[in-house]
């Protein structure tokens, strides 16, 4: 009933919203990019091949929004912004348009944007749904009603594209209809109209997942009109954005920073970082506070897989005891990789830990903040970042 409340709110400021700014994407050619995980990547993916070919292009991303070449802060744990926000950069990113259609903007939308109607008044030519895996339960309740809160998204748009082998798509095939007057797929391991068959790719990004990624991307590029020949070469210049894959530091051992906070991004970098690792994999994460909680066992899980050292640590506890957080992570381990954990509850020392015990050929990856820089302990936001605790453990370890 409250969320219904705060829902019609979130429509009105919508709607307010867009009058206010006249309606802004009538000039735009709007990419929304939506999924659990993959969003940001795909965005920046998206972005790069458009601005490769010299397109007028903008985004919002859950690290930054680039309008007109001009990047902007979009606030701390924000991916989607306020309908406010959302709407001032699309008035910005028209703003300087000759032509209407001109310009492009490649927005990331989450479920909960989606679901609390922020997104109202925005004309998507593209959407693209990468995947739906576990995450967000504790607001959507069940898989199904996360799955039906993402198609929105694709039945808002002219075109619908969405991943193939992903679990969803049967869920979206025997359930829910795609009201596009065209929709298409991608896919690795199944018939889809876009695969790594028709379209052979050269890329630097490692991982199975990376590979969907690119592949989203290309669906999208090509229904924008890009040739093959500049798609591909777009995609073997692209780098991730900051926090995402990210080596932050490579001597005689690695550190990375990745913002994997979900069982299957757990999953999907870990087996793809663990056949290139020549000593050991030393995995440093946590779970949020007061949110998903049932997530928590799988993370243990897919980290106890591939990880040969685990320390659990805070990630944003937002009040909640880290220790009973980090117990539910250990919960879903098998007993015989539980010998393998520690726990400390300090951010700051699990990641001197890590860099302490890492010697040559080992890797250490620490992933759930990646780009962000805050952390919420319950009382606000306090500035933290990864990258400075990362030069904080070096330094340690060079005394």
């Given at each position: ?46 972005y790069h091949i458009l601005k490769s070919t010299n397109k007028n292009v903008s985004m919002i991303s859950s ?84 799955v039906k809160t993402k198609i929105k998204l694709l039945q808002k748009a002219k075109i619908g594209i969405y ?237």
């Amino acid at each position: 009933m409250w969320q219904e409340i705060k829902n019609t709110y979130h429509l009105f400021s919508a709607i307010l919203a867009c009058v206010l700014y006249a309606f802004p994407t009538k000039y735009l050619t709007v990419i929304g990019v939506t999924g659990t995980d993959g969003k940001t990547t795909t965005v920046n993916l998206i972005y790069h091949i458009l601005k490769s070919t010299n397109k007028n292009v903008s985004m919002i991303s859950s690290v930054k929004a680039v309008i007109n070449g001009k990047d902007y802060d979009t606030g701390f744990h924000v991916t989607t912004p306020s309908s406010w926000k959302v709407q001032a950069f699309l008035k910005k990113a028209a703003g300087e348009l000759q032509n209407k259609k001109d310009g492009y903007m490649i927005l990331e939308v989450t479920s909960h944007a989606i679901d609390q109607q922020r997104i109202w008044g925005v004309n998507f030519d593209v959407a693209v749904l990468t995947n739906v895996t576990h995450e967000h339960l504790d607001y959507h309740k069940t898989y199904e009603n996360y799955v039906k809160t993402k198609i929105k998204l694709l039945q808002k748009a002219k075109i619908g594209i969405y991943n193939r082998d992903d679990r969803s798509y049967e869920v979206i095939n025997s359930k829910y209809t795609i009201k596009n007057a065209k929709w298409l797929t991608y896919g690795i391991k199944n018939i889809a109209d876009i695969t790594l068959k028709e379209f052979p790719i050269k890329t630097t990004l490692v991982g199975e997942y990376n590979t969907y990624n690119i592949l989203a991307a290309v669906a999208v590029c090509k229904q924008l009109g890009l040739t093959d020949e500049k798609i591909k070469k777009a995609i073997q210049t692209f780098r991730l954005p900051v926090g995402r894959g990210e080596i932050v530091y490579e001597n005689s051992f690695t550190v990375m920073i990745d913002f994997a906070h979900t069982p299957n991004a757990i999953n999907q970098l870990l087996s793809a970082l663990r056949p290139q690792v020549k000593g050991k994999l030393i995995h440093v994460f946590g779970s949020a506070g007061k949110r998903d909680i049932k997530k928590r066992p799988a993370m243990g899980e897919a980290a106890a897989r591939y990880a040969d050292t685990v320390i659990l640590t805070a990630e944003d506890p937002r009040g909640e005891n880290v220790l009973t957080i980090s117990q539910e992570i250990i919960s879903g381990m098998p007993d015989k990789d539980q010998e393998k954990v520690s726990i400390i509850p300090d951010r700051q020392e699990a990641i001197n830990k890590a860099i302490f015990l890492a010697k040559k050929g080992d890797f250490v990856v620490i992933t759930g903040k990646g780009h962000e820089q805050s952390m919420n302990y319950g009382s606000g936001e306090v500035l933290w970042t990864d990258h400075e605790g990362v030069e904080k453990a070096l330094r340690l370890r060079s005394v």
